[in-house]
């Protein structure tokens, strides 16, 4: 019986390598439809008697106006470009700061996040720690800088029930993501920590500051070259 279980083990472990590794390549090349927390949000609409919003249109990166990508990475993740996929100093920034009891953003880079948010479920366990380091690594290898923050620009929540440059460039400016300003692209990258409790136009004074750092920090990005 053991040497059953041991068999069907190592038969789930090679379906689960083969699959993820499938799905990655086929990823970068055919455009996302939906995310786990696109789904869970809509149920999330459903159980509270509420009219599902579900605002998704996917659009190649050359529609999007560098000053939304150089607005995330000023944000986000301003090593994007250097690392491969983990910021370690980062991380030890903020587990450092998060002993002592302070606020700050999260260790996590683009990568990771868009690791988390295309092939995993929302939450904190080890586990989905585990597994986001590991479609972190494939991404990174597999799809590379360009594909990754083409993905994570169509596919993140930027506002109630609004997910990906296009639409929330619709949503927060009536315009197209290619025309986005700097100040209008700090506005959405500022509200990416709880997009459905910031608001990138009439912000708070909160926002507004945040905006205001981001565009200083978007000068020292430079030219993005993928």
Same mark, same amino acid.
């Given at each position: 019986?053991?040497?059953?279980?041991?068999?069907?083990?190592?038969?789930?472990?090679?379906?689960?390598?083969?699959?993820?590794?499938?799905?990655?390549?086929?990823?970068?090349?055919?455009?996302?439809?939906?995310?786990?927390?696109?789904?869970?949000?809509?149920?999330?609409?459903?159980?509270?008697?509420?009219?599902?919003?579900?605002?998704?249109?996917?659009?190649?990166?050359?529609?999007?106006?560098?000053?939304?990508?150089?607005?995330?990475?000023?944000?986000?993740?301003?090593?994007?470009?250097?690392?491969?996929?983990?910021?370690?100093?980062?991380?030890?920034?903020?587990?450092?700061?998060?002993?002592?009891?302070?606020?700050?953003?999260?260790?996590?880079?683009?990568?990771?996040?868009?690791?988390?948010?295309?092939?995993?479920?929302?939450?904190?366990?080890?586990?989905?720690?585990?597994?986001?380091?590991?479609?972190?690594?494939?991404?990174?290898?597999?799809?590379?800088?360009?594909?990754?923050?083409?993905?994570?620009?169509?596919?993140?929540?930027?506002?109630?029930?609004?997910?990906?440059?296009?639409?929330?460039?619709?949503?927060?400016? *009536? %315009? &197209?993501? @290619?025309?986005? =300003?700097? #100040?209008?692209?700090?506005? $959405?990258?500022?509200?990416?920590?709880?997009?459905?409790?910031?608001?990138?136009?009439?912000?708070?004074?909160?926002?507004?500051? *945040? %905006? &205001?750092? @981001?565009?200083? =920090?978007? #000068?020292?990005?430079?030219? $993005?070259?993928?």
């Amino acid at each position: 019986m053991i040497r059953n279980i041991v068999r069907w083990f190592k038969k789930i472990i090679l379906w689960f390598f083969g699959l993820s590794i499938l799905s990655v390549i086929i990823f970068k090349w055919i455009p996302i439809p939906f995310t786990p927390l696109m789904v869970v949000r809509i149920i999330e609409f459903k159980l509270d008697n509420q009219e599902a919003i579900y605002s998704h249109d996917w659009i190649p990166l050359e529609e999007i106006s560098p000053n939304l990508q150089k607005a995330v990475i000023a944000s986000e993740d301003g090593n994007f470009l250097k690392h491969n996929g983990f910021d370690f100093e980062a991380m030890q920034k903020a587990f450092k700061n998060n002993q002592k009891g302070k606020r700050i953003k999260g260790g996590s880079t683009i990568s990771q996040q868009t690791a988390k948010n295309i092939f995993l479920w929302q939450g904190r366990s080890y586990l989905r720690k585990g597994l986001e380091a590991y479609f972190t690594v494939l991404i990174e290898l597999i799809w590379g800088k360009e594909r990754i923050m083409e993905v994570y620009l169509n596919s993140i929540e930027m506002g109630n029930g609004v997910y990906g440059a296009k639409e929330a460039a619709r949503y927060w400016y *009536r %315009k &197209d993501a @290619i025309n986005l =300003t700097k #100040r209008e692209a700090a506005g $959405i990258a500022a509200i990416l920590p709880n997009p459905r409790k910031y608001k990138a136009t009439n912000s708070s004074s909160y926002i507004e500051r *945040r %905006k &205001d750092r @981001i565009i200083r =920090t978007m #000068r020292h990005v430079g030219k $993005i070259e993928y």
